[in-house]
Each structure stands twice: as C-alpha cells, then as structure tokens.
C-alpha cells in the first residue's frame, strides 16, 4: 500500500483573555517570522477593545486571586511548571524560532524558564514574612505591617527574551496575588501565546494573566491611561515610549516599573515581587490581664 502524503495541520494562535482563546475582537492578524524571515504564524493583532476586555478580565479575577491563600498561589505555580515541563519539546522549538538560536540554546531558555516558575512558586508563602512584621511602639498596641498586592498590573514583555523574559516578568506579579494584562513580544509573540495554553490547563483561575500580542505601543498606550489598571512593568517599552506610557500613567497614579537591562538568566531576587505590593499597617489595642495591668 503506498504511502499517503498529507497537509499539516497548522497552529491557529489566539490571544488568551478570561480563561478563553478570542481572536481579536477587529479580526486583524500580523504575520510572524523567523530570525531568517521565513514565515512562521499569524498572530491576532489586538485592538484597544481587546486591551479593555482583558482588564475587565483581570480586575473579575482579582478579588478570588488575591484572597486565595499563599500556599495554594504557590500550588498553581509549581503546576504550571509541571505543565511546561510537559510540553519542554514545544517550546524549544517556538524558542529557538523566535530568537534565531539553536535547540540546544533555546532548551536551556525553557528549562530556566520552567525552573523560573518553581522559583517564584517556592516565595508566595514566604514574601509576607520577609516584608511584614510587628512594630515596636510606645503604647499599649500591637502594630502589624503585611504586604497586600497592588491590583491588576499591566506588563509590557520583554521584546528579546520571548519566553524566560516573559516568564520572570509576569511570575512575580501573579506570584503576590496581582492579576496580569501582558503585551507579548511584538516580534516574538508565539513563545507567549502557546504559555497561554499551558495556564488555561494548570489550575489558574481564568483572568489571572491575560495575553495579547500585537503592535506594542498601540496596546500598551490604553493600558497605560486605563483607570481601572493600578501598575504597568515597562519591560519591553524602549526609551521613547516608555516615556509617554510613564505620563500617561500618571493620571491615575499607577505604579510604574521603569525598563532596565535585565541578565534573565541571573538569579532574579525579590525586586520584582516588591514592586507590586503595597505595605498594610494595622495598629490594634492590647487587652488588660486581670489587675496586676499586665497585658497581652
């Protein structure tokens, strides 16, 4: 019996918003290629509708994400790098055709990238304690400070990192309890978009992280003006925008991460954690113990 050829069955990429796959609401794409120029994908090119529905997406998100103990945000954490673990081939392959490198290199970026995940998994029960504490106070009271994530973050990704720039820009983040609208790498997008999958299939809560790929400065401008955003990570936003999208944030006061040269490869520490949390103090009286005056 001869052999019968057959087509390929090629990836549809779809952005990632509320837990489910859309195509953007304008129905436009852009084509991706490789380092070489050789055609790779369509990828949907978000609209400012697009960029909307994922802050909606984010903020429904939020109360649950934030409310949900530390240890269980580290359970999902640690399962979305089992997950990829899973899926390690894939991701070479997007890897090394996004960034023109060879398998064996982009390997080496998805095994960090996996290791990435378990690295933040391991500090969401442990940020508070580093961060948080009792105050000494004259007076009988107790003084507490805990950290509290800021809110929904918007994060402009890496351009050249497309996957272990992503990952340990948008793992700290979601890692204290913030929810995540992420503007993929314009040129490399795909790395981003198949992550999407792999969350949709690891326990995070739909609108958690919510991905859109397209042309960056056009997403990122209404994020950056957006009321309902209370952060924006300029990662991935040259000098020129990264000014405007600063001035635009200033309207309603969002916390802004300046972009700054990044070895992703390094040990991250916990900069990127506290960028996002705000500090809570509570003062609380001490109650009297019978009536020697000794209190507790």
């Known amino acids: 019996?001869?052999?019968?050829?057959?087509?390929?069955?090629?990836?549809t990429y779809k952005l990632y918003v509320g837990g489910k796959f859309p195509r953007s609401e304008s129905g436009r794409v852009y084509e991706v290629s490789d380092s070489k120029g050789k055609w790779l994908a369509n990828a949907p090119q978000s609209s400012r509708k697009d960029a909307r529905d994922a802050v909606v997406a984010a903020?429904?998100?939020?109360?649950?994400?934030?409310?949900?103990?530390a240890y269980n945000r580290g359970q999902i954490l640690y399962r979305v790098a089992e997950m990829l673990e899973g899926r390690r081939s894939q991701f070479a392959h997007e890897v090394a055709d996004a960034e023109g490198m060879s398998k064996s290199k982009a390997t080496e970026?998805?095994?960090?990238?996996?290791?990435?995940?378990v690295w933040y998994a391991g500090w969401t029960d442990k940020i508070a304690q580093v961060l948080?504490?009792?105050?000494?106070?004259?007076?009988?009271?107790?003084?507490?400070?805990?950290?509290e994530p800021t809110g929904v973050v918007a994060v402009v990704a890496p351009q050249e990192s497309s996957l272990l720039g992503l990952v340990s820009v948008v793992a700290p983040v979601i890692a204290t309890g913030n929810t995540a609208v992420v503007i993929a790498s314009e040129k490399s997008p795909l790395p981003a978009l198949s992550l999407g999958e792999v969350?949709?299939?690891?326990?995070?809560?739909?609108?958690?992280?919510?991905?859109?790929?397209?042309?960056?400065?056009?997403?990122?401008?209404?994020l950056a003006a957006h009321q309902d955003v209370n952060a924006i990570d300029l990662a991935g936003a040259d000098e020129d925008l990264a000014k405007e999208l600063e001035i635009a944030a200033a309207d309603n006061l969002k916390r802004v991460l300046r972009p700054q040269p990044v070895d992703y490869f390094a040990m991250?520490?916990?900069?990127r954690m506290t960028a996002f949390l705000e500090t809570k103090t509570v003062w609380h009286p001490t109650g009297s113990l019978g009536a020697s005056g000794s209190s507790y």
Do not use: C, H, Y
Request: charged share 15%; net charge neutral; glycine share 14%.
């Open 1 to 11: 019996m001869s052999a019968v050829e057959r087509l390929s069955v090629l990836k």
């Open 59 to 69: 903020r429904k998100a939020f109360g649950g994400w934030s409310g949900a103990t």
């Open 109 to 117: 970026q998805v095994e960090a990238t996996i290791d990435r995940w």
């Open 132 to 147: 948080g504490g009792a105050n000494p106070v004259a007076g009988p009271f107790f003084n507490l400070s805990t950290p």
């Open 199 to 222: 969350l949709a299939t690891s326990d995070l809560p739909g609108g958690v992280v919510n991905i859109l790929s397209g042309r960056t400065a056009e997403i990122a401008a209404p």
């Open 268 to 271: 991250p520490g916990i900069d």
